[in-house]
């Protein structure tokens, strides 16, 4: 019997690696599906989504805003900030009062630390770079600070740049809530029944990975960048974790609520309700 191929997309990090580390070794029974894994940044993964490029796609939660006709959230693969997150950083430590009219690179204006930072100050001059570039313009006086994401959350100090904010902790302190940045969102128009089997597969997928952490860590390492085994699993800890495995009440609070600023603030055009696979 032939089997529905389903193309799952997601970035290049050792992170969203980790999480799929099952589905794309083979390691569990799929049924009637045959997954195959496109690896892309999440700006142009958001770009993609637009279209319902994939049936399976890592978005930015800024990018449900634009897609929630097409896509619903699936419970399982979230990446949220529990009092971290990513962080402008900059050559000298200013205050976080001197942001305001700074030319700052982002990752896509699509991402979710990009919402993040209008929302913590909304008048900067943005310039966009490819995420990985982000830390090497700064570093060469480009722009006056750059917004990271990924790994470069642990590795600006050792690139001589210091924080300016830390768009995770300015959240907590602001919500006493999680950030929500990255989730993995699937086609509507699969019907119900594929929706559900795919959802239980991909939360299959994260829980091998917890349970089988040095192997699929292994396999991560190959999408680290730069980083040694203790700080990629450092990272892949703070990204996928038991809030991975499903949102929870909290975790679909703060989805809510950082969809509900963003409109209150007129950074995305029309109220949205997440939606989440049941």
Same mark, same amino acid.
């Given at each position: 019997?032939?089997?529905?191929?389903?193309?799952?997309?997601?970035?290049?990090?050792?992170?969203?690696?980790?999480?799929? $580390?099952? %589905?794309?070794?083979?390691?569990?029974?799929?049924?009637?599906? +045959?997954?195959?894994?496109?690896?892309?940044?999440?700006?142009?993964?958001?770009? &993609?989504?637009?279209?319902?490029?994939?049936?399976?796609?890592?978005?930015?939660?800024?990018?449900?805003?634009?897609?929630?006709?097409?896509?619903?959230? /699936?419970?399982?693969?979230?990446?949220?900030?529990?009092?971290?997150?990513?962080?402008?950083?900059?050559?000298?430590?200013?205050?976080?009062?001197?942001?305001?009219?700074?030319?700052?690179?982002?990752?896509?204006?699509?991402?979710?630390?990009?919402?993040?930072?209008?929302?913590?100050?909304?008048?900067?001059?943005?310039?966009?770079?490819?995420?990985?570039?982000?830390?090497?313009?700064?570093?060469?006086?480009?722009?006056?600070?750059?917004?990271?994401?990924?790994?470069?959350?642990?590795? $600006?100090?050792?690139?001589?740049?210091?924080?300016?904010?830390? /768009?995770?902790?300015?959240?907590?302190?602001?919500?006493?809530?999680?950030?929500?940045?990255?989730?993995?969102?699937?086609?509507?128009?699969?019907?119900?029944?594929?929706?559900?089997?795919?959802? +239980?597969?991909?939360?299959?997928?994260?829980? $091998?990975?917890?349970?089988?952490?040095?192997?699929?860590?292994?396999?991560?390492?190959?999408?680290?960048?730069?980083?040694?085994?203790?700080?990629?699993?450092?990272?892949?800890?703070? $990204?996928?974790?038991?809030?991975? %495995?499903?949102?929870?009440?909290?975790?679909?609070?703060?989805?809510?609520?950082?969809?509900? &600023?963003?409109?209150?603030?007129?950074?995305?055009?029309?109220?949205? +309700?997440?939606?989440?696979?049941?």
């Amino acid at each position: 019997m032939e089997k529905t191929e389903i193309r799952i997309a997601h970035s290049p990090d050792s992170d969203d690696a980790f999480m799929f $580390y099952a %589905l794309a070794t083979d390691k569990l029974a799929t049924g009637g599906f +045959r997954f195959t894994h496109t690896l892309e940044d999440i700006e142009s993964l958001n770009q &993609k989504a637009l279209r319902g490029a994939y049936e399976v796609t890592a978005i930015s939660i800024h990018a449900y805003a634009y897609i929630a006709g097409k896509y619903m959230l /699936l419970p399982s693969g979230a990446s949220m900030g529990d009092r971290y997150g990513p962080m402008v950083v900059a050559r000298q430590p200013w205050d976080q009062a001197e942001l305001r009219g700074k030319r700052i690179a982002v990752p896509g204006i699509m991402t979710s630390a990009y919402l993040a930072l209008k929302l913590f100050q909304p008048e900067f001059e943005h310039v966009v770079v490819p995420f990985d570039e982000i830390i090497g313009v700064v570093q060469r006086g480009e722009v006056d600070g750059g917004l990271l994401i990924h790994e470069g959350q642990l590795t $600006y100090a050792r690139e001589g740049l210091h924080k300016i904010v830390d /768009l995770g902790e300015w959240w907590y302190q602001t919500t006493a809530l999680p950030l929500p940045l990255g989730g993995n969102a699937i086609l509507r128009d699969l019907g119900t029944e594929r929706i559900h089997e795919i959802s +239980r597969l991909l939360r299959e997928s994260i829980q $091998y990975a917890l349970d089988h952490r040095a192997e699929a860590l292994r396999h991560a390492m190959k999408y680290a960048r730069d980083l040694d085994t203790q700080l990629a699993d450092r990272f892949v800890g703070m $990204y996928v974790n038991t809030r991975t %495995l499903d949102y929870g009440e909290e975790g679909r609070r703060a989805v809510q609520l950082f969809l509900d &600023k963003a409109h209150e603030k007129r950074l995305i055009p029309h109220p949205i +309700r997440a939606e989440f696979v049941a």
